[in-house]
Each structure stands twice: as C-alpha cells, then as structure tokens.
C-alpha cells in the first residue's frame, strides 16, 4: 500500500507564497485521487482540492480557489500544492491523502504525516 511523505511548508508573511509537496512512497499514485486537507488548531478538518492522478482533473474549495494549485510531477510522483497570496488565516497543518479514483470522493485511505504552514500578518 502507497504511503505518503510530506515536505516543504514553513512561514511566510502574509501575501507570500508556500509549496507543500506530497511524495508517494511503496507505490505510485496510479488510479488514485489525491487530496490536501487542513486543520488549525481548535478547528476542523476543512478540505482544500483534489486531482486525480490520471486524468488531471480537479476541483478546489472556494477558500483557495485562485490562490492555491495542485501539480502532478510524474517523474518524481509528486502532487506540489502551490499556495500564493497566503493570508494569516491560511495557518494550519496541511495534510495529504490519497483515495482511489472509483471510489466515494469523499473516502480516503491514506494520510501524509501532516506539514505545518504559518502565514504572519
């Protein structure tokens, strides 16, 4: 079974950009849907976006459309999420997962370790 290595992440002041990077590790993305959570402390999960691996489409939440983007790099089996015009509100940890194309959208079977990302005003 697939698992998911994080990188990148950090802090930034308010307007910068980010780059939070979700590796597959023991297998690849192939068939999957890979989406990108977070959570703030004392709050919950909120869902950000998601692509499917194979045929690259995607759906974003309204909080970062136009401001975050998914990328697939099929050499390396990475999804980078892109995060620009950053804003205080946008701290949290973020989290990766994966599901599989054909099954609910809303199922996930397998989580990144989670990547901390602090915007500063």
């Known amino acids: 079974q697939v698992q998911l290595v994080q990188s990148g992440g950090g802090s930034v002041q308010a307007g910068g950009s980010l780059r939070v990077s979700c590796a597959a590790s023991g297998g690849t993305f192939k068939d999957l849907r890979v989406g990108w959570f977070r959570q703030a402390p004392e709050q919950e999960r909120e869902f950000l976006s998601l692509i499917n691996w194979s045929g690259g489409t995607t759906v974003y939440s309204d909080s970062v459309k136009g401001r975050f983007t998914m990328y697939r790099d099929f050499a390396k089996n990475t999804v980078d999420l892109r995060m620009n015009s950053l804003k205080p509100e946008d701290t949290a940890t973020y989290f990766c997962?994966?599901?599989?194309?054909?099954?609910?959208?809303?199922?996930?079977?397998?989580w990144g370790q989670g990547t901390q990302v602090t915007v500063s005003s």
């Open positions: 997962a994966v599901g599989r194309s054909r099954d609910s959208v809303d199922r996930y079977d397998v």
